[in-house]
């Protein structure tokens, strides 16, 4: 094997990169929130609690395609246990309720589709007259399979694009792959520092990206969102690599509030922008992507600390869109079933 | 604006942001750093919708300062995190920024950090930037502790570093006018 041939070498997992499972009848949902402190897994076992932990920001990004996967078979099992014998017509609509549940639980992520699979799987199994129990749980199981080989591969495209004695900034967090791609990168004998933005005001810059990178034996370091310019005009960084939550036909993408400031940075200051997609043409344009406002208290309160004193509003866009020009190259994986 | 997970639909298919951002659509004002007081007397009384403050990591002090001069003035302002401004400026929201600057000269503006990526935002999105005297001299640079803290709670993880520039240089093609 070439010394940097790592085609065959087991890739170092992180806790983010896959982090809901089931568990029997459970669902165990890596509770991200509380990272960096524990590693707790909430349990979840059904529809109504895997829409909470969604909303409520315990889990995201990948975590939340993970869960929305999986309540389709914790639902499908829920079904199995209440009765002996339940009639098609029955399951199936369970599975179209959950799937509208899961759809309404936050606007950018493209739930519906995730869970529009599903929902023409349980149409396929129906039309061949195969039991849903059996059919759906087997599409399911091996479509996340494909998935997860998938996301290992793109792992090992990242550490291609690390080079040795890169300086690379991210924003907010990528479940796992960057982190992993450090690893391998580093495996590979290449020095690449880390610079992780705090990314308020949930902070997963801080508690999970620093957090994974470190673990993973990376070398980073940490700043404020607002001190981005300040790496770039001073050639701190040479890289910018982001993942996303939602891509358009055009290349316009949406992640997580921040993100466009640092494209527009990385354009003026001619460092290339990369970013980790999930290719689909479902949404034409940037413009007709749905963003998420969320609850100002969760801006102007930090556990229950007010961040100024007195009465005032705030505004709490949860996501921005990143034109596809500001984009030097997507890292894609295909999510197609 | 009160809204919270907000998607129920109006009659016109709008949700409760959409008409909040249909209302201050190229309308915003935003302030970046510790001003002057007096610099503030300019501003008519009002609702404050329009003037949306930058919080200032990691002291907060930007947040905390303009607020309470504008709460002074009757003015109830909109607070926004460090990085939200570029959502203001991709949604055509921003009529111009105001940045507290320490020192000034013909080259550009010594400002509190984050202000080149307001310069840089203004001028991709064709907005004035317009400079205003701070009311104090910043440090150039903070701790590590600064920014592993949050309201003196801890938000990250053991053994990392941190980089904690405080201050930045504006290049005057970031900014229209001096003002003050």
Not at chain 1, 138 to 157: D, F, H, M, P, T
């Given at each position: 094997m070439n010394k940097r041939d790592t085609t065959n070498v087991d890739i170092k997992e992180s806790p983010l990169f896959w982090p809901a499972r089931l568990k029997g009848s459970v669902l165990l949902v890596l509770d991200e929130t509380l990272i960096p402190q524990k590693l707790h897994y909430i349990k979840v076992k059904n529809t109504k609690q895997a829409v909470d932990v969604i909303r409520q920001m315990k889990t995201r990004a990948f975590g939340q395609f993970l869960v929305v996967m999986q309540t389709?078979?914790?639902?499908?099992?829920?079904?199995?246990?209440?009765?002996?014998?339940?009639?098609?017509?029955?399951?199936?609509?369970?599975?179209?309720?959950?799937?509208?549940?899961?759809?309404?639980?936050?606007?950018?992520f493209p739930f519906e589709e995730v869970t529009s699979l599903v929902v023409r799987w349980a149409q396929q199994a129906i039309e061949q007259n195969i039991d849903i129990r059996v059919f759906v749980p087997?599409?399911?199981?091996?479509?996340?399979?494909?998935?997860?080989?998938?996301?290992?591969?793109?792992?090992?495209?990242i550490a291609d694009v690390l080079k040795d004695g890169d300086s690379v900034l991210t924003h907010c967090n990528v479940s796992g792959e960057l982190a992993m791609a450090a690893h391998l990168a580093k495996k590979q004998s290449k020095r690449v520092h880390f610079f992780a933005t705090e990314t308020r005001p949930y902070f997963q810059g801080s508690k999970l990206t620093a957090w994974e990178l470190r673990r993973m034996g990376a070398d980073v370091t940490l700043i404020a969102d607002n001190a981005a310019g300040s790496v770039m005009a001073d050639k701190l960084i040479n890289k910018v690599i982001v993942g996303s939550d939602r891509s358009c036909a055009n290349?316009?993408?949406?992640?997580?509030?921040?993100?466009?400031?640092?494209?527009?940075?990385?354009?003026?200051?001619?460092?290339?922008?990369?970013?980790?997609?999930?290719?689909?043409?479902?949404?034409?344009?940037g413009k007709d992507i749905p963003v998420e406002i969320r609850n100002p208290q969760e801006l102007l309160t930090y556990l229950k600390k007010k961040i100024v004193s007195g009465v005032v509003s705030g505004f709490y866009p949860g996501f921005d869109v990143v034109p596809h020009e500001l984009v030097t190259e997507e890292i894609p994986i295909d999510v197609r079933a | 604006m009160?809204?919270?997970?907000?998607?129920q639909?109006?009659?016109?298919?709008?949700?409760?942001?959409?008409?909040?951002?249909?209302?201050?659509?190229?309308?915003?004002?935003?302030?970046?750093?510790?001003?002057?007081?007096?610099?503030?007397?300019?501003?008519?009384?009002?609702?404050?919708?329009e003037l949306f403050v930058m919080e200032g990591r990691p002291s907060l002090e930007s947040a905390a300062s303009t607020c309470r001069e504008l709460l002074r003035r009757k003015i109830k302002p909109t607070l926004i995190a460090d990085n939200m401004a570029g959502f203001l400026f991709y949604r055509n929201l921003v009529k111009e920024a105001w940045l507290a600057c320490?020192?000034?000269?013909?080259?550009?503006?010594?400002?509190?950090?984050?202000?080149?990526?307001?310069?840089?935002?203004?001028?991709?999105?064709?907005?004035?930037?317009y400079v205003y005297p701070a009311s104090k001299e910043s440090r150039a640079m903070g701790?590590?502790?600064?920014?592993f803290y949050f309201k003196g709670i801890k938000?990250?993880?053991?053994?990392?570093?941190?980089?904690?520039?405080?201050?930045?240089?504006?290049?005057?093609?970031?900014?229209?006018?001096v003002r003050g």
């Open positions: 389709f078979l914790l639902e499908i099992n829920n079904v199995g246990t209440e009765q002996c014998s339940v009639p098609t017509g029955i399951l199936f609509k369970r599975i179209i309720k959950t799937a509208d549940a899961l759809n309404k639980s936050r606007p950018t087997k599409c399911i199981n091996g479509y996340l399979q494909g998935i997860r080989a998938r996301r290992l591969e793109r792992v090992r495209k290349g316009d993408f949406a992640n997580k509030i921040g993100t466009y400031q640092i494209a527009v940075l990385a354009n003026e200051f001619q460092i290339p922008f990369y970013v980790l997609t999930q290719p689909s043409d479902k949404i034409k344009t | 009160t809204c919270a997970l907000e998607t639909l109006n009659e016109n298919g709008k949700t409760a942001s959409d008409l909040f951002l249909d209302d201050v659509r190229g309308s915003v004002i935003l302030l970046h750093g510790v001003f002057e007081p007096s610099i503030f007397d300019v501003i008519e009384p009002g609702d404050g919708s320490q020192t000034v000269d013909e080259q550009g503006a010594l400002c509190p950090v984050g202000s080149l990526i307001i310069g840089v935002l203004a001028k991709r999105h064709n907005a004035p930037v701790t590590q502790k600064d920014i938000v990250a993880p053991q053994n990392i570093k941190g980089y904690v520039p405080l201050v930045e240089w504006l290049p005057k093609k970031y900014i229209a006018e």
